[in-house]
T-cell receptor
Framework: DAGVIQSPRHEVTEMGQEVTLRCKPI?????LFWYRQTMMRGLELLIY????????DSGMPEDRFSAKMPNASFSTLKIQPSEPRDSAVYFC???????????FGPGTRLTVL | KQEVTQIPAALSVPEGENLVLNCSFT??????LQWFRQDPGKGLTSLLLIQSSQREQTSGRLNASLDKSSGRSTLYIAASQPGDSATYLC????????????FGTGTLLAVQP
């Protein structure tokens, strides 16, 4: 298996622009997680899905952030409009069940100018 | 609120030394604990997962222990190698229905050749 796939790996955009991050989980995994990592706050869970349904989005910072999972093999995290403070590394992870290890993708490094 | 602390924040050791990384959590009602390593600019790699009913897990030169009652976990690395240099993160999954992982701030390990 190729593992969790994320795209793009790097994104540089200007304040106010829309940003879409993409994730393909490991085939067969029922859970998908979106995390954000910054120097100040470390790794934080933004939202997670079970069987394509959002279960807990309490970590989503603002209404500017939204996430979807239209099918079992694809998820997006959208920021609209983006702000400089959104600059971070965004990770996607998946797991076979809620009890199992989470496997992380390589991350998307987002820079908002 | 669950808080996860890792001490030390950074550690430098000569090659061949055995070492221990520490992880503390404030709420002992956890479901499991997971240790990860993160290489610079990369995603997280799962190392070991310990269920709350277990006391330790081993994988190669790595041994992780869990003492729920005292809110502590340790990661023991035997015969350290320069390739072990990375940031090591612990994460606890809370009990109950949630599948959220709460991450520690990490320990940056440098193994000197």
């Amino acid at each position: 298996d190729a593992g969790v796939i994320q795209s793009p790996r790097h994104e540089v955009t200007e304040m106010g622009q829309e940003v879409t991050l993409r994730c393909k989980p490991i085939s067969g995994h029922d859970y998908l997680f979106w995390y954000r990592q910054t120097m100040m706050r470390g790794l934080e869970l933004l939202i997670y899905f079970n069987n394509n349904v959002p279960i807990d989005d309490s970590g989503m910072p603002e209404d500017r952030f939204s996430a979807k999972m239209p099918n079992a093999s694809f998820s997006t995290l959208k920021i609209q409009p983006s702000e400089p403070r959104d600059s971070a590394v965004y990770f996607c992870a998946s797991s076979l069940s809620g009890d199992n290890e989470q496997f992380f993708g390589p991350g998307t490094r987002l820079t908002v100018l | 609120k669950q808080e996860v602390t890792q001490i030390p924040a950074a550690l430098s050791v000569p090659e061949g030394e055995n070492l221990v990384l520490n992880c503390s959590f404030t709420d002992s009602a956890i479901y499991n604990l997971q240790w990860f390593r993160q290489d610079p600019g990369k995603g997280l790699t799962s190392l070991l997962l310990i269920q709350s009913s277990q006391r330790e897990q081993t994988s190669g030169r790595l041994n992780a222990s869990l003492d729920k009652s005292s809110g502590r976990s340790t990661l023991y690395i035997a015969a350290s190698q320069p390739g072990d240099s990375a940031t090591y993160l612990c994460a606890v999954r809370r009990g109950g229905a949630t599948n959220k992982l709460i991450f520690g701030t990490g320990t940056l390990l440098a193994v000197q050749p």
